[in-house]
């Protein structure tokens, strides 16, 4: 009786450590799955603008390339460029010329792999037939937005391209879901937005808007791009391959189709007001395929980023000019190709 109840007690150690040596050997994979977790930080909320994420993960092209993924709602580029340095995230959404810029302030560990946006949405917004109707009527203007916003950071260089004093506008510190009330109340004259924003702020504001987009000046700025880890761009090339085409899936159907884009972002996030998260999709369609772009999808062009560096070394965006190179920003090898 006393062997057998040896023989069960050493079986029973034998079995807690095979299933403790499975555990080890699968850190960092979904145990139930074999799938590599993966965190990923959207660029701010999860607006319509956001779906593609949700659409690659609903239409499994994320399960299908071996990634158990998990969508986290981001808080704007500065932030997200933080979480992804620290390890919070893997991999992140945030504009590439706000990345440019902060990487020029301080040395984070991360690089971009490719581009949702071929144009920038940033933007500045006021309502029709109020103080501003055209980029020179800025000045001496208020204007709502949060602090270190991609639309604020980049804003230097939009006026510069102007031709205004970027000190002759006043930024009011604004957290989001309060800019559009603040534009309707007249409390500020304008405020900070991505063109793709717009639905949402006419619902808020209950009335129509006039937008200022900065690309219209500045055509060679990129918008939003996909933020990872030097670390992991370097050690995990494939990896980062694997998980950024599963995200150009999702993009490529949310452009082929905003309406079922937004439905699927809705079985996530039920708050979504599909009206607003499907004309916020397709005012996004120029921004990821402008006309005449012939690239694939997410592409990266170097010389357009040495010229998008160059632009901010001339507007003194980046201090001390010349700090930032091609290598910083951008891992041009783990980019799609045509």
């Known amino acids: 009786m006393r062997l057998r109840r040896s023989a069960v007690a050493l079986i029973a150690v034998l079995g807690l450590a095979l299933v403790s040596a499975c555990n080890n050997s699968n850190e960092g994979e979904s145990q139930d799955s074999g799938l590599q977790k993966v965190s990923y930080l959207t660029s701010f909320n999860a607006f319509g603008r956001e779906a593609y994420a949700y659409v690659a993960l609903d239409k499994g092209y994320f399960k299908d390339a071996g990634f158990d993924v998990t969508i986290n709602k981001g808080s704007g580029t500065v932030d997200v460029m933080k979480l992804v340095a620290g390890g919070q995230a893997d991999y992140g959404i945030g504009d590439f010329t706000g990345t440019v810029i902060t990487l020029g302030k301080q040395k984070l560990p991360i690089t971009t792999v490719g581009m949702i946006h071929q144009r920038s949405m940033a933007a500045i917004v006021s309502l029709e037939g109020g103080t501003i109707s055209k980029p020179q009527d800025l000045v001496g203007k208020r204007i709502g937005d949060q602090p270190g916003s991609t639309n604020q950071v980049m804003f230097p260089v939009y006026a510069k391209a102007i031709g205004i ?78 998980f950024t085409t599963a995200l150009f899936k999702g993009l490529q159907d949310t452009y082929d189709d905003p309406a079922a884009a937004a ?26 395929k402008p006309p005449l772009f012939k690239d694939a999808l997410g592409a990266v062009d170097p010389d357009r980023v040495q010229t998008i560096i160059k632009l901010l070394d001339e507007s003194k965006a980046i201090q001390p000019a010349g700090s930032v190179k091609l290598a910083d920003v951008v891992t041009v090898d783990l980019a799609p190709k045509g």
């Open 165 to 242: 004093d970027p000190e002759s506008v006043t930024f009011v510190p604004s957290p989001p879901p309060a800019l559009p009330q603040l534009l309707a109340s007249n409390k500020v004259d304008g405020i900070g937005q991505f063109v793709v924003g717009v639905p949402l702020v006419e619902k808020a504001a209950k009335k129509k808007v006039l937008t200022l987009p900065y690309g219209d000046k500045l055509p060679d700025l990129y918008g939003n791009a996909i933020i990872t880890r030097s670390d992991m761009a370097k050690d995990h090339p494939d990896q980062v391959k694997k």
């Open 263 to 288: 439905a699927i972002l809705k079985k996530y996030v039920p708050e979504t007001d599909l009206a607003v998260a499907t004309a916020e999709l397709n005012l996004m369609k120029p921004y990821i």
